[in-house]
């Protein structure tokens, strides 16, 4: 009873807008920043639940990433800092479309009955993050109110952070570790270093050019900029930092992926440079140079080369280690590589061609992260420069005794080296969720180890041209796809037709699919000139209408 007034009171404060309708999408709750008051006081309710249910610290982030500074959303991390299970979403849309306080409760209520959630244990806990938008402020208010709704629920404000470290303090906190923003730094410092301290000396130095990164006037060049003060070993300055220009508007990862022009900021002094973007909540990273005399057009390295890159590199330490094994004690650790149907066809020939086992999932985070978490090592990555590596426990309790074995027995062995330097990637790397931060350090780090500049990193493969096009539908969910969203069921007919335009193209290859998060269907082509990948988007374009 005292539960049940407190929530009516508290809601009655933030009634839902007229007129919309959310949804928990593939990164949660997103709209115009004015109309989420309400939602995210749900979310807090949400997160509050979630944290009693699991009997663990929560994650709610405050974000709505590369889209317009005026936007606004929330989404929650789960105790591994994973995103939120799928289970609750239904249930997430419900929460947030509740007419009023009433239906709220009642909401509440039954599926408190039905997760057979207990009250009275541990109360929850749920730490709250939110990016540099102005209208974080307030929405981040609203997301206390919702948590303070559920008795004995306390939230933690960690300040303007990146997605990633969020989820990351969620994950650290539950594995009983130190978790504060200065640990985060740390962690990521000291693993850097490690890396870059067991480079083969002959190599070592090689690649001291100055690198300079695009932090799409987000949150990522505010923590860039206090990690330059205390990194050693990397050379880089910070652009688009946030003080002047405004969010994600002509610069950052989404942008420059996109357009495949330079962004804003950079000029013609700045050609051959190796460039790195972020986007606005720093979870997306990709690389670029800027061309010469070409009107801002650049070499794109993207989240595609980013996995190729790690994967190499991880699949040379893991060879060391498995050299040694055929004498000793081994472990056939599972490497695998995860991509989505936008991953480009060349990097997919490149990294079957060496070796890895390539998987393909549906777009979204979620299903990627899932997938990867099944390899001992599993890196996956969308072309778009979201990513990460995943490295299962018993691999990493396998890999901490044989550091400790080969250390011992004072043999300062290539095998000892190349375990190490796996140890570091698996700190180094956020293993929660893909993070722009680590995974440009462990980019620095490799190409250091290499000995390469961007151009040999670039020349890994050739992408292959490609086009991306949407098209507005009455209704999305028409569309029905199947086999990692690379073949259409339904409508009927569409598949054929859609085979039928493809055969016409040398390399051609083409897939449509409904948005996550856009009232779009998505069409992707790609063969082997870009005049070919256009018409191939926009003749099969043309079917959906
Ligand atoms: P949708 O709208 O479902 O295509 C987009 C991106 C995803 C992912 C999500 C979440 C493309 C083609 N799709 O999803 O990769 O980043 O947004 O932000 O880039
Ligand atoms: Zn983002």
């Not at 990016?131 to 303007?160: C, F, H, N, W, Y």
Request: glycine fraction near 8%; aromatic fraction near 8%.
């Amino acid at each position: 009873p005292q539960q049940q007034s407190l929530l009516l009171d508290s809601a009655a404060q933030f009634p839902l807008p007229q007129g919309v309708k959310f949804s928990y999408g593939t990164s949660g709750f997103r709209a115009d920043a004015s109309i989420l008051e309400s939602t995210v006081y749900r979310v807090g309710i949400l997160a509050a639940l979630r944290s009693i249910k699991t009997q663990a610290v929560i994650g709610l982030m405050i974000t709505a990433s590369h889209n317009h500074v005026s936007d606004n959303g929330v989404k929650i991390a789960d105790p591994g800092g994973e995103m939120m299970s799928q289970e609750w979403e239904p249930f997430a849309d419900s929460l947030a479309n509740a007419s009023d306080s009433k239906q709220l409760l009642q909401l509440i209520v039954e599926f408190v009955e039905k997760e057979n959630i207990q009250f009275g244990g541990r109360g929850a806990e749920v730490f709250l993050g939110r990016d540099t938008r102005p209208s974080g402020e307030s929405l981040l208010e609203a997301a206390k109110q919702g948590i303070s709704s559920i008795v004995g629920a306390v939230s933690v404000d960690m300040g303007v952070v990146t997605t990633p470290q969020l989820h990351w303090m969620v994950r650290a906190t539950n594995k009983g570790a130190k978790a504060f923003e200065q640990d985060y730094f740390d962690q990521l410092i000291s693993s850097f270093r490690c890396l870059v301290d067991l480079i083969p000396q002959g190599d070592r130095g090689n690649n001291q050019e100055k690198l300079i990164v695009d932090a799409s006037n987000g949150v990522g060049g505010v923590k860039l900029e206090v990690i330059k003060k205390s990194i050693h070993g990397l050379n880089f300055e910070v652009r688009n930092a946030g003080k002047e220009g405004v969010l994600n508007d002509g610069v950052g990862a989404d942008f420059v992926q996109k357009e495949k022009v330079t962004p804003h900021g950079f000029g013609p002094a700045d050609v051959g440079i190796r460039c790195a973007s972020l986007d606005g909540d720093a979870d997306r990273l990709v690389y670029f140079t800027a061309l010469p005399n070409s009107n801002s057009k650049i070499e794109l390295v993207d989240g595609d080369k980013i996995l190729s890159l790690f994967a190499l590199f991880i699949k040379e330490q893991l060879s060391i280690l498995e050299e040694a094994n055929k004498v000793n004690n081994s472990y056939q650790a599972h490497l695998g590589v995860v991509q989505t149907a936008y991953a480009n066809g060349a990097s997919t020939d490149y990294l079957k061609q060496t070796g890895l086992e390539v998987v393909l999932t549906p777009t979204g985070v979620k299903y990627l992260h899932e997938k990867a978490a099944d390899f001992d090592i599993g890196i996956y990555f969308e072309a778009n420069g979201h990513g990460t590596i995943l490295f299962s426990s018993n691999f990493l309790t396998w890999l901490d005794g044989r550091v400790n074995e080969l250390g011992s027995t004072g043999k300062g062995s290539e095998q000892l080296k190349a375990s190490l330097r796996l140890l570091a990637v698996s700190k180094l790397i956020n293993q929660a969720v893909g993070d722009a931060l680590s995974g440009l350090f462990l980019v620095e780090a490799i190409l250091q180890h290499m000995g390469w500049s961007i151009h040999k990193w670039n020349e890994l493969y050739n992408d292959l041209p490609s086009r991306q096009l949407k098209v507005k539908v009455v209704d999305r969910t028409a569309v029905v796809t199947a086999n990692a969203e690379t073949e259409v069921v339904s409508p009927p007919g569409i598949q054929e037709a859609i085979n039928v335009l493809t055969a016409k193209y040398p390399r051609g290859r083409c897939f449509i699919r409904p948005s996550g998060t856009e009232d779009v269907v998505r069409v992707y082509a790609e063969a082997s000139t870009q005049e070919a990948a256009d018409d191939l988007a926009s003749s099969v374009a043309k079917l959906t209408d």
